[in-house]
């Protein structure tokens, strides 16, 4: 069963705009990830957000995560039409145990 | 340096019938998980394999098996095949508990 859910399941946006989707889950976590898939083969990693941060950034990707909502966010600023992909979050409970826990995915589309 | 790579790229399989899928870890990493994921959906975590024996199981049937190598590339098997088990089965390699890198994936389709 999924962890949790991803919100929105897709988001259609223009090049150069910012896009953000957000993640809940359920359980408590160690870690949260970030994932990124281009056409259904394999999923790249973006960005590790701790249970004891709340900001993480990395290069136009920024993440942030609330442990008493149980949700994160992740915001891909100036957007360029090699950003269209899915994007999934994915949450590890144990630490280093990387049985991650993956939501459902925001499909991604950048129109030029 | 090479990156996960997994074998087969696509396969297609009748009803009933095995299968094994393929995965060699990246360079200098020791343990193997694999995932399921199904059209539309996000990865399932089936089990990881470290030191040749299965660390962790998700919530799969004993059809899914696996096996790991003493050169840690690992095999995931799926016996008695159904129709629902067509699906993008991803591999993922690690070391020392840090960031898991992903393979292509191996596309499963059940006939």
């Known amino acids: 069963s999924q962890q949790g859910e991803e919100d929105p399941q897709a988001l259609s946006i223009q090049e150069g705009e910012n896009a953000t989707m957000n993640c809940s889950y359920k359980?408590?976590?160690?870690?949260l990830q970030w994932y990124r898939q281009n056409s259904g083969r394999g999923l790249v990693h973006l960005i590790l957000?701790?249970?004891?941060?709340r900001e993480k950034h990395s290069g136009r990707l920024r993440v942030t995560l609330d442990t008493s909502k149980k949700s994160s966010s992740l915001l891909i600023t100036a957007s360029r039409a090699a950003d269209t992909a899915s994007y999934f979050c994915?949450?590890?409970?144990?630490?280093?145990?990387?049985?991650?826990?993956f939501g459902q995915g925001t499909r991604l589309t950048i129109n030029p | 340096d090479a990156g996960v790579t997994q074998s087969p790229t696509h396969l297609i399989k009748t009803r009933g019938q095995q299968v094994t899928l393929r995965c060699s870890p990246k360079?200098?990493?020791?343990?193997v998980s694999w995932y399921q994921q199904a059209l539309g959906q996000g990865p399932q975590f089936i089990f990881q394999?470290?030191?040749?024996?299965?660390?962790q199981r998700g919530n799969f049937p004993d059809r899914f098996s696996g096996h790991q190598f003493p050169n840690y590339s690992s095999e995931l098997n799926v016996n008695a095949l159904l129709l629902g088990d067509s699906a993008l089965y991803l591999c993922?390699?690690?070391?020392?508990?840090?960031?898991?890198?992903f393979g292509p994936g191996t596309r499963l389709t059940v006939t």
């Open positions: 994915a949450t590890d409970a144990n630490q280093g145990a990387q049985k991650l826990v």
């Open positions: 360079s200098g990493h020791d343990t």
């Open positions: 359980t408590s976590i160690n870690n």
């Open positions: 957000i701790r249970s004891n941060e």
């Open positions: 394999y470290y030191e040749e024996e299965e660390r």
């Open positions: 993922a390699s690690s070391s020392h508990r840090v960031q898991q890198y």
